[in-house]
């Protein structure tokens, strides 16, 4: 019975999110600075192993004059701006922010409106857990808002910055 609800949720994330694959490929860039790297700390004995997972970087010395380092750089993809306006910024808003927060609010709403219809009949112990409830389900839809705000904000940003200044 579960996997019922479960089985379109996974398969509908898995659709959705398959360009994201696509945004992004491993490149490599020719720097003539030298910058102390952690890598470079570490085979100097001046850091700990540790350090080089922070890095997201991969570093190879070309000649004695320059660095080739491995980065991530986007596709031609995530470059497009239709691409950013639509899928990204409207997309991803619509499909991950608005939709749900709109059903929490309606099916909340309903329950609410169930929880204090019934109110009445109801013992004075029972109408207090009621009422908690009822604040657990108003936290919840302010706590999906609250952390879904950043996502919006970033996405936002992003596409007001390769709106004004054509660039990533």
Request: glycine share 2%; hydrophobic share 45%.
């Amino acid at each position: 019975p579960t996997l019922i609800y479960i089985l379109p949720v996974v398969t509908l994330t898995m659709l959705w999110n398959i360009p994201r694959f696509m945004e992004v490929y491993p490149c490599y860039h020719t720097t003539d600075e030298r910058q102390t790297s952690p890598v470079q700390r570490v085979t100097q004995n001046q850091a700990d192993p540790q350090d080089i997972s922070d890095n997201f970087t991969e570093i190879h010395e070309t000649n004695s004059s320059s660095l080739e380092v491995l980065s991530i750089c986007p596709t031609e993809l995530r470059r497009n701006l239709l691409y950013i306006q639509y899928y990204i910024l409207i997309g991803n808003f619509v499909i991950m922010v608005l939709v749900p927060f709109v059903m929490l609010v309606i099916l909340n709403g309903y329950l609410y409106k169930v929880i204090i219809s019934k109110r009445i009949i109801r013992s004075s112990t029972r109408q207090t857990r009621d009422q908690k409830i009822a604040m657990i389900l108003i936290t919840i839809v302010l706590i999906f808002f609250v952390c879904s705000l950043p996502r919006v904000v970033i996405n936002t940003y992003e596409v007001f910055h390769l709106l004004v200044w054509r660039d990533l």
